[in-house]
């Protein structure tokens, strides 16, 4: 697996934004996926992750309602769209994918990491 985020940017408050995040191997539709997010100063907090099928996600209360993520096996990508954006969502996303189980919410049963894109919202 090698994960590769993209789709950040600058985007002023109650703004939208898509990432994307893209495996170039070809197991992607055997791992569970998850966004996580880290903002200066702070540690890394989970925001969303989505089943290897797809058929159930999970979100971190700051994202419900407001991001949505999804995910196309047939063309190895992971999605998150982001609406009604708040400076507090200013922070690096990363991408991880987890073969096996353990919780959604956490780092550590994430096997394979993606390399972060940059979100700032600004006021």
């Known amino acids: 697996v090698q994960l590769q985020a993209s789709g950040g940017g600058l985007v002023q408050a109650g703004g939208s934004l898509k990432l994307s995040c893209a495996d170039s191997?070809?197991?992607?539709?055997?791992?569970?996926m998850g966004w996580f997010r880290q903002a200066p100063g702070k540690e890394r907090e989970f925001v969303a992750a989505?089943?290897?099928?797809?058929?159930?996600?999970y979100y971190a209360d700051s994202a419900k309602g407001r991001f949505t993520i999804s995910r196309d096996n047939a063309k190895n990508t992971m999605y998150l769209q982001m609406n009604s954006l708040q400076p507090e969502d200013t922070a690096v996303y990363y991408c991880?994918?987890?073969?096996?189980?353990?919780?959604?919410?956490?780092?550590?049963?994430?096997?394979?990491w993606g390399q972060g894109t940059q979100v700032t919202v600004s006021s």
């Open positions: 989505i089943t290897r099928s797809g058929d159930s996600t």
């Open positions: 991880a994918a987890k073969l096996y189980g353990g919780s959604y919410y956490v780092i550590y049963p994430y096997d394979y």
């Open positions: 191997g070809r197991t992607f539709s055997m791992y569970n």
